[in-house]
């Protein structure tokens, strides 16, 4: 066996494993296998006010931050 017909085979097996890795993963999205409804669900059950009201003001803590971040990169003349 040369060196050329051990890099094709490399290349054919490697090939057939990709496709088939895709393959299962498609599969999985098409049949819900990365959804997971009950962990939102839970999360909107069993979260107290005090917990939504912390997320909220982080969100606004990170998007007050963004628009000082995009006023100090503007350009300075």
């Given at each position: 066996m040369t060196v050329n017909d051990t890099l094709l085979m490399m290349l054919v097996v490697a090939l057939v494993i990709s496709f088939a890795i895709l393959g299962i993963f498609i599969w999985g999205a098409k049949n819900g296998q990365f959804?997971?409804?009950?962990?939102?669900?839970?999360?909107?059950?069993?979260?107290?006010?005090?917990?939504?009201?912390?997320?909220?003001?982080?969100?606004?803590?990170?998007?007050?931050?963004?628009?000082?971040?995009?006023?100090?990169?503007?350009?300075?003349?």
């Open positions: 959804d997971d409804s009950e962990k939102m669900m839970g999360g909107l059950l069993f979260d107290s006010t005090d917990d939504l009201n912390d997320a909220k003001a982080k969100d606004d803590r990170i998007k007050e931050a963004k628009k000082e971040h995009k006023k100090s990169k503007s350009p300075k003349e």
